[in-house]
């Protein structure tokens, strides 16, 4: 997976900020921690997937910008999330809402819940 790695920081290098690639490497890692074994990643020209290997679906989805990312996720259409804005513009299949990540304070308690409850959804949708 080093290999992969460093692919991912050399095109984020590329496309972004040096502030977009640490808010990246924060997010990264809280979506990895989510369940290490369980989450993998593919890199696309313009947006880097996460996916449940074992339901293999994508729970959430990283747009690459020069300033800021933008966080795609999969919630169900009730949630308690004001900051989670609709994603349909994103046209990615599962991805119902996302949330601008700008700067280190934009990362909240909240962003990993949002992301543990998109997980959490895919997770379960499997069992269905």
Do not use: Q, W
Request: glycine share 4%.
């Amino acid at each position: 997976m080093k290999l992969l790695d460093d692919v991912l920081m050399s095109k984020l290098a590329k496309k972004c900020s040096k502030n977009t690639v640490d808010l990246y490497s924060k997010i990264h890692r809280m979506i990895i921690g989510l369940s290490p074994r369980n989450v993998n990643y593919d890199i696309f020209p313009i947006y880097i997937t996460y996916y449940n290997i074992k339901a293999d679906k994508v729970f959430a989805l990283i747009y690459l910008n020069k300033d800021y990312l933008d966080v795609g996720v999969s919630l169900g259409k009730k949630h308690k999330y004001t900051e989670a804005k609709s994603a349909k513009y994103m046209k990615y299949p599962g991805i119902t809402k996302y949330i601008r990540i700008k700067t280190s304070r934009n990362i909240k308690n909240s962003t990993k819940e949002i992301l543990k409850d998109s997980y959490s959804i895919i997770d379960s949708s499997e069992d269905d």
